[in-house]
């Protein structure tokens, strides 16, 4: 048998991986980039789970780097936990293919690693799913138009079964001196046949017929560091205002802010914005433009006689509890019209799950609140006052959930707002990464999407996936265009991530199936 060195397969499986991820050129070495790890694992390599986690943490560390910019303590445990998380579905291949054979046990790899990214996805406290695996294909929008009906684990199914078939040419070729021509044909289908399927169902011309009036989405490019300054959001607010200004007219129905674009240490009570001394230049603004309906995102806080949630806190010398929030508001003239919780917090930058509370003073924040966000559990729509927008208004890290972002459009929403602050990451692959992942959220749920960033990039997408308009990194400037609304409802959005379910009932069935053969086993030789 010829025999490769563990830490060669190691690290080149972990290099392939980032080689494919976006935004590469290089996405087609994602169909090989498991061969080396499902290599190790066949030739019985010792010190298999500790070869596999050095392959995951290369891939972490390699395309995610760039989040220690955002938090050194925060991205250490995020590249460690990740990497080990990610060797559940490795363990249980290895365990199930020993047991019952080739077929089932490179099956069973496909199902624990779909099932394994479908749990991360869950708001379970350390949910990290950047790298899940159908986000490879985020720059390939031509590829992929059938995520309408999958999601993501689509593209992930189709990587895993192409790598498994590719692994099992090349192990016959170099070790049997045999070539399976069959299996050539069902790996060149595998990977044609999707891409002919997503041309099918790439939506003729997207209608550009648009409401009346126009969208105005603002890139204000305010140092998120500056930001955090004492003092500083008078001249932040002023900034906003300037730039809103010199962009709206009298056809502008919708202005659109970014993430926390409204921030204070203290956070902003919600039932009193109105009566707040730092907002009265921006209601005196609204009052100009009676028209024009303000999305915002907003450091918020509300008070309550009781402990609502977990992570409400009580005041010191007062019988009140406050919660905190990066929220978005809706409002116009008259005052707040609709509020929404982020919901999907960044683990140790906006919140840490109960059994790593011990950790608090360790983590660092994203400039977030030091006793972490409170989220909520619905997905809120918001509908302006006209009735032409009802806006899923997702906040940063949220648009990487596609399940999620589908609830928006299942409770009615025509259009995805997404208000972000990628600064945190300077000039690194993680703001383009970012970017890229909301062209996969269009296609899900084929609405169009407006994105503010505060440093960039801002754009708008179109149910297809397409860049139509953008802004560049770091520059402050808008973006004003009519933006048209959907009200189909895809596969996806009606039924939710099915193949993901599947796969984890399956999983569940591997799991029993391999705990009876063990006993049964056990129990002969006993």
């Not at 028209?291 to 949630?309: A, M, N, P, Y």
């Not at 509020?339 to 930058?349: E, I, N, T």
Request: proline letters at 5%.
């Amino acid at each position: 048998m010829k025999k490769f060195h563990p830490l060669l397969l190691s690290v080149l499986s972990g290099i392939l991986l980032f080689a494919a991820w976006p935004v590469s050129p290089f996405t087609f070495l994602v169909f090989v980039a498991f061969i080396p790890l499902l290599w190790l694992e066949r030739q019985g390599s010792r010190r298999y789970f500790g070869w596999v986690y050095l392959a995951m943490l290369t891939w972490n560390l390699a395309a995610t780097w760039w989040v220690w910019n955002a938090s050194e303590p925060g991205s250490i445990a995020a590249f460690l936990a990740n990497s080990l998380l990610m060797c559940l579905p490795w363990l249980g291949f290895r365990a199930v293919r020993r047991r019952m054979g080739d077929t089932i046990g490179y099956s069973s790899l496909v199902v624990f690693w779909l099932s394994f990214e479908y749990l991360h996805l869950q708001n379970w406290g350390l949910s990290w799913p950047w790298l899940t695996l159908g986000n490879v294909f985020a720059t390939r929008t031509a590829w992929i138009q059938w995520y309408e009906y999958t999601g993501t684990s689509g593209g992930g199914l189709w990587v895993l079964v192409v790598n498994v078939l590719l692994f099992l040419l090349a192990w016959d070729w170099v070790q049997k001196k045999k070539l399976v021509r069959q299996r050539i044909f069902w790996v060149a289908g595998l990977l044609a046949v999707p891409i002919l399927v997503s041309l099918i169902l790439t939506p003729h011309e997207p209608d550009h017929k648009a409401p009346a009036g126009n969208i105005v989405i603002i890139q204000p490019n305010i140092d998120p560091y500056e930001k955090l300054s004492t003092g500083s959001f008078d001249a932040q607010l002023q900034k906003l205002l300037r730039l809103s200004e010199s962009a709206v007219d009298s056809n502008t129905t919708l202005l659109v802010w970014p993430e926390t674009a409204l921030y204070n240490d203290n956070g902003f009570l919600e039932d009193r914005l109105k009566q707040s001394y730092f907002l009265n230049p921006l209601w005196d603004f609204l009052r100009r433009h009676p028209r024009i309906d303000l999305l915002t995102g907003i450091e918020s806080v509300r008070l309550f006689k009781e402990k609502h949630s977990p992570t409400a806190f009580l005041l010191s010398d007062t019988n009140e509890y406050l919660e905190s929030y990066n929220a978005a508001v809706l409002m116009d003239s008259s005052g707040p019209l609709d509020f929404y919780h982020k919901s999907r917090l960044v683990p140790g930058a906006e919140s840490l799950p109960p059994f790593l509370h011990v950790l608090d003073a360790w983590f660092e924040k994203f400039g977030g609140t030091t006793s972490g966000y409170t989220g909520q559990d619905e997905r809120t729509v918001f509908e302006t006052p006209n009735h032409l927008y009802r806006i899923a208004p997702i906040v940063c890290f949220e648009s990487i959930y596609g399940e999620f972002i589908s609830k928006y459009v299942h409770n009615g929403a025509n259009i995805l707002a997404i208000i972000t602050n990628d600064g945190w990451w300077r000039d690194t692959p993680g703001y383009k990464q970012h970017e890229s992942y909301a062209r996969m959220r269009a296609i899900e749920t084929r609405r169009w999407v407006i994105r503010s960033a505060n440093t960039g990039v801002s754009c708008i997408i179109d149910p297809v996936g397409k860049i139509i308009e953008s802004r560049p990194w770091n520059e402050a400037a808008f973006i004003k265009t009519s933006v048209p609304t959907e009200n189909t409802q895809t596969f996806y959005v009606r039924y939710g991530d099915c193949l993901s379910k599947l796969m984890l009932a399956l999983a569940l069935i591997f799991v029993i199936w391999n705990i009876v053969t063990f006993i049964k086993t056990r129990m002969s030789r006993g």
